[in-house]
């Protein structure tokens, strides 16, 4: 019990930059469109919001920064993809490149400074319950965000027209230009979406989870939080499961580092990528569900005259 | 929308060709942008990037040397991505080559002989092949997502290089850096150019530059690996195996980058470190696209993204510009060069009111 809670908490810290890129690139492929450049959305959301905060001090201006830089590196991505039919696995992986180089470019002064990271939020009486409390109920902003997010997604895309609507384009795109849906206008939004959201986990990452800035220090996440979604066969809930799952085999390595197990520290840190691969093969031996819940049309470009 | 796109009747063989130089200007036009938004003189900073590394003979053979690997990789990554297959994990397999090549060089540390070199590279080959028939496997058997899975085997392979040298492999007399031994002689390769680093492993590229124009052109899975790619249904009616399609490419494409880990330690490095390549096994995904997917293409774009190297070099020496550019320099050429490629099966109009709203 006594290291429980702390190890809980940790698991809560390494999860929430999966959970939110994850969910936002969920959304982006139910749409339809597949877009492999979460990496580096993730990572100039990170510097962009660490920036911000340099300048300003501000945890609310540093995370806004981070959520609009995503976006506006997913719009390079929605207008090269929707307006010029790229191909957008190409796209995907320059847009990657770019933010790796963009990152490293933009954090040149900011490497070496440190912050204390986001500030507790703890909810009046709440988070005073034993365990639970200090468990679910005293966070900062994001985590609490994260918790929201989730329902919200899942009630967006199952309650909602415009969810329906962003789904029937995922899966037809050229029945729901038939009915009439704006598909591009959709994606576009979609595409915006996923990148915000890609942008506030890398904001995550700098601002909270380790609050400072190194080169490429999403270190895969971006394309762990790619895979995540296709464990999860794009659900919300299970893309919740996926990102605490994937949290707590970072956490578990570093804690069994930390105490010695007497396996090298380098073998120790392949464990999420090894597990990624793991779990991709269980869920994707099954070609006939992921046909099921995979979005019909992702991946396919669409020409409305065409 | 004030502009819309007209389907060509054909696709423009003059804009396949046309769109990677219209890129290339569009890039230096943002370079440029770029330079004068961090307040450097934009045409000294296009001077140090791309004109001053070419100025003397060493220049030349860093060019070739930088080309190297990049032209062997994406020669050989551009077979793969005309099937459909999409191997984002070469630097992985660039890693895994350069671990097993170079481990028999630490091996035979101490004899000479002409056949050491030979068998490290025959091992380097096998290595990044070996690295690549993981996803090849998953994917032909789980049908697991062949991006995703190399993709997370180069981070398993950074990591497990960086073990081998913080660990077993370490130099003991090598003032605790993570390092191996310097390799010796019978396990370097040869220099062929004198004032220069340029080394044999150009030679090989350009040989590799040649056998991929003949595979793709002139052999019958050179055949399926187009059809595949451009016509599933076609193939498969045809009786091609998709599956033996697959294996073929990963497996080119991790001999390809193994044989270019093997060379990066062999020649420029002489040792293994923690980190031996700046990201050539990415880089070759740009300079495949940027050379459309053609041998002789991915030979001119190789020596280009070659020169973006050495210009970051050479413009953080005389302008301290951060080294990043350079990425976001290969970054910007890609982005330009998708959105150009529109004009291959487009024609841009003006969209005219009693057109049809584009939605």
Redesign the interface.
């Known amino acids: 019990m006594e290291t429980l809670l702390p190890t809980l908490l940790t698991i809560i810290t390494a999860a929430t930059p999966l959970l939110y890129a994850a969910l936002g690139e969920m959304v982006t492929e139910k749409s339809g469109v597949l877009n492999l450049g979460v990496e580096g959305m993730m990572l100039v959301g990170a510097v962009v919001a660490f920036a911000a905060m340099h300048a300003t001090g501000s945890a609310s201006v540093a995370i806004l920064a981070g959520l609009l830089a995503g976006a506006a590196l997913s719009s390079i991505f929605a207008v090269l993809v929707l307006g010029f039919q790229s191909s957008q696995v190409a796209t995907g992986l320059a847009l990657t490149i770019f933010g790796i180089g963009l990152s490293a470019l933009l954090g040149q002064g900011l490497v070496g400074v440190a912050y204390n990271g986001l500030p507790k939020l703890p909810i009046p009486f709440l988070s005073e319950i034993p365990f639970l409390g200090p468990l679910l109920f005293d966070h900062d902003i994001l985590v609490y965000g994260s918790f929201v997010a989730v329902p919200l997604v899942a009630w967006f895309l199952a309650r909602t027209r415009p969810g329906l609507v962003l789904r029937a384009v995922g899966n037809s795109h050229d029945a729901a230009h038939a009915i009439g849906y704006p598909v591009l206008r959709i994606r576009f939004l979609a595409i915006l979406f996923g990148g915000a959201m890609a942008g506030i986990a890398g904001a995550y990452l700098s601002l909270a989870y380790s609050p400072l800035w190194i080169e490429n220090m999403s270190a895969g996440r971006g394309w762990i939080a790619l895979a995540l979604v296709v464990f999860a066969t794009w659900r919300p809930w299970r893309v919740l499961a996926g990102a605490y799952l994937f949290g707590g085999i970072t956490i578990l390595q570093l804690h069994a580092q930390a105490i010695g197990v007497g396996v090298p520290p380098q073998v120790m840190s392949m464990l999420p990528y090894v597990a990624t691969i793991v779990v991709l093969v269980l869920i994707s031996r099954d070609q006939n569900k992921i046909k099921l819940n995979a979005p019909g049309c992702i991946g396919k470009p669409f020409h409305p005259t065409a | 929308m004030l502009l819309?796109?007209i389907?060509r009747p054909s696709p423009s063989r003059a804009m396949v060709w046309l769109s990677p130089l219209i890129a290339l200007a569009l890039t230096l036009l943002s370079g440029v942008i770029l330079f004068a938004f961090m307040g450097v003189d934009p045409a000294g900073a296009l001077y140090a990037f791309f004109v001053e590394p070419l100025t003397s003979r060493y220049g030349w053979g860093e060019l070739a040397v930088k080309a190297t690997p990049l032209v062997l990789i994406a020669v050989a990554l551009s077979i793969g991505f005309r099937a459909g297959v999409?191997n984002?994990g070469a630097e992985g397999q660039l890693i895994l080559g350069a671990i097993c090549g170079g481990g028999i060089a630490l091996l035979f540390h101490d004899i000479e002989g002409f056949w050491i070199l030979p068998l490290m590279i025959l091992c380097g080959i096998a290595g990044g092949m070996a690295w690549a028939a993981?996803p090849a496997f998953?994917r032909t058997r789980?049908?697991?997502?062949e991006?995703?899975?190399s993709?997370?085997?180069t981070?398993?392979a950074g990591?497990?290089l960086?073990?081998l040298v913080?660990?077993p492999w370490r130099d003991t007399d090598g003032f605790n850096f993570p390092e191996s031994r310097v390799f010796n002689a019978s396990a370097t390769l040869p220099t062929i150019l004198s004032g220069t680093r340029l080394h044999l492993g150009a030679v090989m590229a350009l040989a590799v530059v040649v056998a991929g124009w003949v595979l793709i052109a002139r052999t019958l899975i050179g055949f399926q690996v187009k059809v595949i790619g451009e016509a599933p249904a076609a193939g498969r009616y045809a009786g091609f195996s998709v599956r033996r399609v697959i294996w073929f490419s990963l497996l080119l494409g991790g001999g390809a980058a193994g044989l270019a880990g093997l060379i990066e330690v062999a020649g420029p490095i002489g040792q293994l470190q923690p980190s031996i390549s700046p990201g050539y096994g990415?880089?070759a995904?740009?300079v495949a696209?940027v050379g459309r997917l053609h041998p002789l293409g991915v030979l001119f774009a190789g020596l280009l993204m070659a020169l973006s190297y050495l210009g970051g070099e050479s413009a953080q020496i005389t302008l301290n510009l951060?080294?990043?550019?350079?990425?976001?320099?290969?970054?910007?050429l890609?982005?330009f060069l998708?959105?150009c490629?529109?004009l291959i099966?487009?024609r841009i109009r003006p969209a005219s009111a009693s057109a049809?709203k584009?939605?």
């Open positions: 819309k796109l389907r999409w984002i993981i998953l789980f049908n697991a997502n991006i995703l899975v993709l997370m085997l981070y398993v990591l497990f960086s073990y913080h660990g990415f880089t995904i740009i696209f951060p080294l990043a550019v350079t990425g976001v320099f290969q970054g910007m890609l982005f998708l959105a490629d529109v099966h487009y049809v584009p939605s």
